[in-house]
């Protein structure tokens, strides 16, 4: 349904004053702060008729009003107004992109901090997955119920498994099996490991025991865990800070949520690419998060990989602030890891070259 223009001022003035002040908004409030031309009266007609339409929430009979995750998600696709950063802003946050940074890991958590003391919510970097392949299969004989699978990847990473068969198995068959997975498991990634490989290699093994599908489902695992992507999280405590989460409990249920970096990738997979995306309340896959909105912003990490810088904090969260600064971030991030290092100049480049909208988010 359409909603006047009238409407979308009010809506509009509601979350901004109540993003400022976590307090329920009246219509004195919003008649004193916003240039509407109507009365307190007619500003209560709107107000009911939004609350209504499901955009705005009365916490009690005669409180002001709040604004919906209906609300907030109208808000965030209609009526918010895309910031520029200050050239204050915009300096801080070059001069720390520029640091020096050793390892993709620090930048990670580095990138993640700076994030979170920017926009004063919890902080969430995930690094992009690294594509890994299997350099050299080592099949190592114990006895005749044992063998040791390692594999060493590509990132000079090893990994190893001990495999017990309850049946007997001969030492040249192992062997026969490492020389076949080295000639047609290397230098590919786990998509390419498909049945008709594994049944070729059967084949060619003679194997009739299922070693041959032992391996390569092992394999599969390794370099399916090896391309995960890490998760960095920072600032967690500063969520006590927000009104919305004085309750322990309720806080408790992010915290958690959020130390637990495995399941913060299925936040991840919920992100745009190329964009900064906002997951608003009940839109969030995790019932951790229902009472809670995701910001992310997605950077280029280089070779077609890509990872997302966020934050997580109340509904009442100033998005179109906090948008900018994440997707600033972001830009930055993809120039740092999108060409191996940050241009000559990183800084003032950004400040004295493109100061359209799309570059300051």
């Keep these: 349904m359409e909603i006047s223009q009238r409407k ?4 509009a003035a509601v979350v901004d004053e109540y993003i400022r002040s976590a307090e329920p908004v009246g219509s004195k409030t919003i ?42 998600r109208f808000y965030v696709n209609e009526l918010m107004e895309r910031q ?21 890991d620090q930048m990670m958590a580095d990138a993640g901090k700076l994030a979170g003391q920017l926009t ?12 890994v392949t299997v350099r050299r299969f080592d099949l190592i004989y114990i006895d005749a119920n044992t063998f040791i699978i390692v594999l060493l990847m590509e990132n000079n990473k090893v990994c190893n498994k001990l495999v017990r068969l309850p049946f007997s198995v001969e030492q040249p068959m192992i062997q026969k ?22 049944s070729s290699t059967e084949r060619a093994a003679r194997d009739t025991m299922g070693l041959t599908s032992i391996i390569a489902a092992y394999t599969i695992s390794a370099l399916t865990q090896s391309r995960a992507g890490a998760a960095y999280v920072t600032g967690e405590s500063s ?50 998060l229902r009472d809670s909105s995701v910001v992310m912003a997605s950077y280029d990490a280089g070779e077609g990989q890509r990872g997302l810088i966020g934050v997580v904090g109340p509904l ?46």
Aim: hydrophobic share 35%; with cysteine; charged share 25%.
């Design 8 to 11: 979308k001022k009010i809506l």
């Design 31 to 72: 008649c004193a702060k916003a240039n509407l031309g109507c009365s307190p009266a007619t500003i209560r007609n709107e107000l009911s008729e939004l609350t209504a339409l499901g955009y705005l929430e009365q916490p009690h009979t005669s409180a002001g009003r709040v604004p919906s995750p209906q609300g907030y």
């Design 84 to 104: 520029k950063l200050s050239l204050e802003e915009s300096e801080a946050i070059n001069a720390r992109l520029n640091e020096k940074m050793e390892r993709l």
């Design 120 to 131: 004063g919510y919890p902080a969430v970097a995930l690094s992009a997955p690294e594509k």
């Design 177 to 198: 099996l490492s020389s076949l997975f080295n000639a047609g498991f290397t230098g590919i990634g786990e998509e390419d490991i498909t049945p008709l490989l594994i």
């Design 239 to 288: 969520l006590l800070q927000q009104p919305e989460f004085r309750d322990p409990d309720k806080a408790h249920r992010v915290i958690s949520y959020l130390s637990d970096s495995s399941r913060l990738m299925d936040v991840a997979n919920s992100g745009d690419r190329g964009s900064v995306k906002v997951i608003i309340g009940p839109e969030n896959v995790a019932e951790e």
């Design 316 to 361: 009442r969260m100033d998005y179109s602030a906090v948008a900018a600064k994440l997707q600033y971030i972001a830009d930055g991030l993809s120039r740092l890891l999108g060409t191996g290092e940050a241009p000559a100049g990183f800084g003032k480049m950004i400040l004295k070259g493109d100061t359209s909208d799309d570059e300051h988010g």
